[in-house]
């Protein structure tokens, strides 16, 4: 039996909700559904972004709308014209049964004489952004005084934007008798003034903790030097091949530069900044749905909009002006119960917000380093060796065989391999071996995020178990700890990708290590760990960080080379990686050599059909340092 059932929603909203295919209410649907349902109240709901909210909302508010009053019944109001337009279709989803109910979305960049029309051809719920909102209401094309209903959506974020003067004038046009609903992620004091002066005795539900993070988002940062925050940002991007991810900025400016020199460095990329048109924003929008965005530059006001499933991370390039902001960000990811990890890149200055934050969110951080070149590489030959194996064959190419195996003939199956992942793996090595480590060793650490130094180095491992099997950093190494019988300290520097991960411990326990786990199984499938050929750069004494081979894709590593070059991101589907592939041309990388119609990308990067490498070589061969890498191409 479907939960929504048992929650008291009429029979016509269950038939949507099946046809949705929820199954079980989150937790603030399942606390706030059945109140709402059974009286008229105020209520205050406190849970974070991607918990349900719009449903917890939504589906009473439809339950208790009179379909035969053609008058305003309800007003939500959210901060941004994306999320204005999202709960919309979300409603008119929700009530696709209910016969009589019309909902109208009311949003700047968009006609208002079109918006008024609509809403004088009777719309029972309006769904407004507070500065278009309030606009309607001074020209008298809207009429909220008769409302029953008021729901402001992302209550924090809308006052963090400056819309209380908005909020204030839109409320006292309203009834004093109607139910007034307010979602918020966090409860500052100005969402506490609205709720003291607007609603009388609120309900209150609280997920989690007040003003904590989700759960099912863990927290990591870097420490760099000023200087080394855009490479740092590539390297984390080249250590992680499966990222789907939205990068924060705090200004349109540093949005729009970071996406460009992203798309320059071969990476799929593309800002979304309020200096967009509304074409512009819904193009961006559709192409990061469609995933042929790998990593979207963002700022906070532009982001609010986005209800994307599946973003694997969230990108603190620099952290906001506001540390309560820091909640929103990383609810992003860890949607709808899936796991998710939100990165913040900090100098040494910045260094003393992670605590900040971390009294905010009621969780911790994890202190890590960025990745070495040797890192990288071993990462990325891993996961080009999973999507080797998880191909699905196209029995097509049994048809030239023959000529291959012609070419192939007298190759082991071992010179084979190596021969494969050579075509990359030695450009790879050759361009980044002069580079430099990162890591911000003379910007110090934070003393108690390591309890005890390690003075006999560190030995790292490779398991084969991953995000695929719902683990992430924190749940692998609680299942290590536990499996090893190992202390709180024991494991340490646990990266997990999707369908391997490493971690290191001291050297005195890795008999122990090797010969436990290799001796489990987990869901039917054999464990399998081996020692890594590097330490990861995970000793305890943070001044002792190995250096690398870099992380600068630069056209030329694992990565995510978008000319078909690399093991990666080829999303024509012409590379041995794990890009993201599509069928569709996109306009933020080049197509067969297309021109590039998108303001975002400054470059383009020609297609080799048919070749799985370039033979072309850098242009700047004597030095490969990070701030001097070659550029990749232009076409003006």
């Not at 019309?102 to 208002?112: E, L, R, T």
């Not at 996406?259 to 192409?287: C, P, W």
């Not at 030239?400 to 030695?426: C, D, Q, R, W």
């Not at 869901?523 to 995970?538: A, H, L, P, Q």
């Amino acid at each position: 039996m479907n939960k929504f059932e048992q929650l008291g929603l009429k029979e016509s909203l269950n038939r949507a909700i099946i046809d949705l295919g929820f199954e079980n209410p989150t937790e603030v649907q399942e606390k706030a559904i059945p109140m709402l349902l059974e009286q008229d109240t105020d209520l205050v709901a406190l849970a974070q972004t991607g918990t349900g909210k719009t449903a917890a909302f939504g589906f009473p508010l439809i339950h208790k709308i009179d379909a035969d009053n053609r008058n305003t019944q309800a007003l939500i109001l959210s901060p941004t014209r994306e999320l204005c337009l999202q709960i919309t279709n979300e409603i008119k989803n929700y009530s696709k049964y209910e016969k009589g109910i019309n909902v109208v979305a009311i949003y700047g960049g968009a006609s208002i004489t079109e918006q008024a029309r609509e809403i004088k051809r009777g719309a029972q719920i309006i769904v407004a952004t507070p500065g278009r909102m309030q606009d309607m209401i001074n020209r008298g094309l809207v009429n909220i005084t008769q409302i029953d209903y008021c729901v402001l959506d992302e209550a924090d974020e809308m006052l963090n934007m400056g819309f209380y003067e908005d909020i204030v004038s839109i409320l006292s046009d309203t009834p004093e008798e109607k139910s007034t609903w307010l979602f918020s992620a966090t409860m500052p004091a100005e969402v506490a003034r609205i709720a003291k002066k607007f609603m009388e005795n609120p309900i209150e539900i609280t997920v989690g903790t007040k003003n904590s993070g989700s759960a099912t988002v863990s927290h990591e940062f870097y420490l760099v030097n000023a200087r080394d925050r855009y490479e740092a940002l590539k390297r984390l991007a080249d250590a992680n091949p499966d990222i789907f991810s939205v990068v924060f900025c705090r200004t349109k400016r540093d949005t729009q530069q970071v996406a460009e020199k992203l798309i320059e460095d071969g990476y799929n990329a593309a800002a979304l900044h309020g200096d967009l048109s509304q074409a512009q924003r819904d193009s961006v929008m559709k192409s990061f749905r469609g995933r042929q965005i790998q990593m979207l530059v963002a700022t906070d006001v532009a982001a609010r909009g986005i209800d994307v499933d599946n973003v694997t991370h969230v990108v603190n390039y620099q952290l906001p002006d506001e540390i309560e902001t820091y909640n929103h960000r990383s609810g992003r990811t860890g949607r709808a119960g899936k796991l998710g990890t939100s990165i913040v890149i900090v100098t040494k200055s910045e260094l003393r917000k992670i605590s900040t934050i971390e009294k905010i969110i009621k969780q911790k951080f994890e202190e890590k380093t960025i990745p070495s070149g040797i890192e990288i590489c071993e990462i990325q030959l891993l996961h080009l060796a999973n999507k080797i194996k998880d191909t699905e064959v196209d029995h097509e190419i049994d048809n030239y065989l023959p000529a291959i195996n012609n070419v192939l003939e007298g190759l082991t199956k071992e010179e084979l391999i190596k021969k494969m992942v050579s075509v990359e793996f030695n450009r790879f090595i050759n361009y980044y071996k002069k580079t430099r480590d990162l890591s911000a060793q003379s910007a110090g650490k934070r003393e108690e995020r390591e309890p005890r130094e390690s003075n006999g180095g560190a030995v790292r491992y490779f398991v084969n178990i991953g995000s695929r099997d719902d683990f992430d950093w924190m749940q692998l190494k609680d299942f290590l700890k536990e499996t090893l019988d190992l202390g709180r300290d024991d494991v340490y520097k646990v990266d997990v990708k999707e369908g391997f991960s490493f971690f290191n411990t001291d050297p005195e326990h890795t008999d122990k290590v090797m010969e436990i786990l290799n001796n489990v199984t987990l869901g039917g499938r054999r464990i399998n760990v081996e020692i890594s050929k590097n330490d990861g750069g995970g000793r305890r004494d943070h001044n002792g960080r190995s250096g690398g081979f870099g992380g600068d894709r630069g056209g030329r590593s694992f990565g995510g080379d978008r000319g078909g070059r690399s093991f990666g991101g080829d999303r024509s589907g012409k590379s041995f990686g794990g890009g993201f592939k599509s069928d569709k041309p996109s306009r933020f990388s080049s197509d067969k050599g297309g021109s590039n119609e998108s303001k975002f990308s400054r470059s383009e990067t020609p297609r080799r059909e048919g070749k799985f490498t370039s033979e072309r070589a850098p242009r700047r061969s004597e030095s490969f340092s990070d701030q001097s890498r070659p550029k990749r191409p232009r076409k003006d």
